[in-house]
């Protein structure tokens, strides 16, 4: 979604600046056609004899320009995909806490089975599992049964979106 609206964003700078260039090239192409009509043609003009820039085409003239819009576009890209603070994994207190302000501890605890399996236990079956986060976030969500036994997780779908990525963050560091 950020980088939706990241993306919106300079495309609508973008518009504007070619709105504004054009202006600018409209006045530009005027004053000289006043100059000329208001010029006395005996009067010698001291510029006369420099030659003049050549034109550059709308595309030549700012491809500089997109260029750079497009690197911006690109660390913007950068910075909205990276992994926001809330998404590292807590530390042990603050993963206590959490599942305690959440009634996980009711069930789990880090070293020893409860109701439900170790944190350590969980965190030692998802070693190596590319998709381990997306799996236990999705559990803690809807809740599970069958994976650790025959007692069923609860569903916790009122956890906070940040805690619960720390937290389970957190449970894959243990070993």
């Known amino acids: 979604m950020k980088l939706r609206l990241v993306l919106v964003a300079v495309l609508l700078a973008c518009a504007g600046m070619v709105a504004a260039e054009e202006k600018a090239a409209a006045k530009t192409e005027a004053a000289p056609k006043a100059e000329a009509a208001t010029a006395k043609p005996d009067a010698a003009k001291p510029d006369a004899a420099k030659p003049e820039a050549p034109k550059l085409s709308y595309a030549e003239g700012n491809e500089a320009k997109l260029k750079a819009m497009g690197a911006v576009i690109g660390v913007q890209a950068a910075q909205a995909a990276a992994p926001t603070e809330a998404a590292k994994p807590a530390d042990e207190a603050t993963a206590l806490g959490i599942a305690k302000a959440n009634n996980c501890l009711a ?18 079956k998802y070693t190596g599992d590319a998709e381990a ?19 069923p997780m609860p569903p916790n779908p009122t956890i906070n979106e940040a805690d619960l990525e720390s937290m389970v963050g957190f449970i894959l560091t243990l070993q």
Do not use: F, M, N, Y
């Not at 069930?107 to 030692?124: F, N, Y």
């Open 107 to 124: 069930c789990h605890s880090i070293e020893t089975k409860v109701v439900g399996p170790a944190w350590r236990d969980v965190g030692k």
């Open 133 to 151: 986060k997306a799996k236990l976030l999705a559990k803690v969500k809807q809740g599970g049964k069958g994976v650790w036994g025959e007692v």
